[in-house]
């Protein structure tokens, strides 16, 4: 049911076709639903077909479209370079052939919503003369990194020794982006990454994923040169303020869960003695890497349960999971967000994407944060220094983070004194986060002119 008489503006949501993308949009696209919009979530044709529908009842509230990449028929892409040049030259034309079918079909399309990915979608939007909203799917901080670097304002390669950023701590280089400080390992990467703002201008709206309670300074800054709004945390309603009746999972995800062996694994644990290990959906963990991180959970004798996707398996030390199988559990999948709202849970090691820090921050549960790439290493800084919610394990010369660090400040963060103050922190947080989503909060009052503006 909507909040209120139905709309009749259609609201066409396009993401780029990786499903931490999907998902924060079509959160988005399900509180627009929720308030009488009639929403259209397009992805790439490539990665639609591969997606396991996960809350149906959900999903089935959305209407679900595809557009052209230029590998419909599933072929691998050559590269990043050979990908994004393909779905830069296919795109465009595939988006306004569907905006074309809409219309005929009845169901013309008042706005588009793009990934901040996929800044053409701005350009085909005003071509209908449609309305335009780019989405980003990344922190208020990060957007004004990338926004400085494509106005000239921040030079890369960084040389300074310390960076400043209006509305965000002083950062070191290896705080930014890896695309802003390493642009010779990410080239075509940080293109695209810097691209986002190649044409925002013409936006009529900027949103982006994140509530303003958790980056006041910055969005402040921002709102002065873009008419940007705080639309998040994009997180399932029954997690946050529970307006949205049964929305309890994000709706799609590449990998099957094993649901009903994590929880009931963790419903049979104390409360707060878990460290939950994941590093999400892309990250290639080195093995070396996996080996200490095995080598610090078993030292640390905590309880711990570890996503290791099956593409990683063959990395784990040879016996480990049957030698640590009274204290700790390995998958390949879990439902993130019921093992973080699990009491048994007391502590996240996390590679510290955007989605897993809004999703621990949303949820009150204190990080061991070990960035690896993009822009991990900005939302890190945070959760170390601004939110104080976490604490980053150090690495040695090779990029490592070894056994005793993981085994020391796993221990800190589950048993530790400065532990306690992060998850105190990390509750102040989780009841900020909620506020901004439920009635009359800062995003819900944000998406509200949103669509205000589109009924206009």
Not at 34 to 58: D, F, Y
Not at 137 to 147: E, F, L, W
Not at 208 to 220: I, P, R
């Amino acid at each position: 049911m909507a909040e209120r008489g139905m709309i009749s503006s259609h609201c066409l949501v396009l993401s780029f076709p990786l499903q931490g993308h999907i998902n924060p949009l079509l959160q988005f696209c399900k509180r627009l639903h929720h308030k009488g919009l009639h929403v259209t979530l397009v992805t790439a044709k490539s990665i639609l077909r591969t997606l396991n529908v996960t809350a149906a009842s959900a999903v089935d509230a959305i209407s679900l479209d595809a557009i052209s990449d230029g590998y419909d028929d599933g072929e691998k892409e050559e590269s990043f370079d050979a990908y994004f040049d393909r779905f830069w030259r296919v795109g465009p034309v595939s988006l306004a052939q569907l905006i074309r079918k809409l219309s005929e079909t009845g169901r013309p399309v008042d706005c588009i919503v793009y990934d901040s990915f996929i800044p053409w979608a701005l350009d085909v939007a005003k071509e209908f003369g449609l309305i335009g909203a780019a989405f980003f799917t990344q922190s208020c901080a990060v957007v004004s990194i990338y926004n400085h670097v494509q106005g000239g304002l921040l030079r890369v390669p960084v040389s300074e020794s310390e960076v400043s950023i209006p509305g965000c701590p002083p950062f070191r280089p290896s705080d930014l982006p890896s695309f802003v400080y390493d642009t010779v390992s990410y080239p075509v990467i940080t293109k695209v990454a810097v691209d986002q703002f190649s044409n925002v201008e013409k936006a009529d709206w900027v949103l982006c994923n994140t509530c303003y309670e958790l980056e006041e300074e910055v969005a402040n800054w921002m709102m002065k040169i873009l008419p940007l709004k705080t639309i998040g945390p994009t997180i399932p309603s029954m997690f946050l303020d529970k307006r949205l009746e049964g929305d309890k999972l994000y709706g799609f995800s590449l990998f099957p869960s094993q649901s009903e062996a994590c929880l009931k694994w963790l419903d049979s644990r104390p409360k707060g003695s878990v460290a939950y290990l994941s590093f999400g959906s892309l990250a290639v963990v080195e093995a070396e890497q996996i080996d200490e991180l095995a080598n610090g959970l078993k030292r640390s004798n905590c309880h711990f349960l570890w996503v290791v996707r099956a593409s990683e398996a063959d990395k784990l030390p040879k016996g480990f999971v049957d030698d640590t199988s009274g204290k700790g559990l390995v998958v390949s999948w879990c439902p993130q967000l019921e093992v973080l709202s699990n009491d048994a849970v007391g502590c996240f090691v996390t590679h510290c994407g955007w989605n897993s820090t809004l999703e621990a921050l949303s949820l009150g549960v204190p990080m061991v944060v070990i960035p690896q790439w993009s822009d991990q290493f900005t939302n890190a800084k945070y959760v170390v220094d601004v939110w104080k919610v976490g604490l980053r394990a150090p690495t040695d010369e090779k990029g490592i983070v070894r056994g005793e660090a993981v085994e020391h400040y796993v221990k800190e963060i589950i048993e530790g004194e400065r532990g306690r103050e992060m998850k105190m922190n990390a509750i102040k947080w989780s009841a900020l986060a909620k506020m901004a989503v439920n009635e009359g909060g800062s995003s819900d009052k944000n998406i509200d002119e949103f669509i205000a503006k589109l009924g206009n």
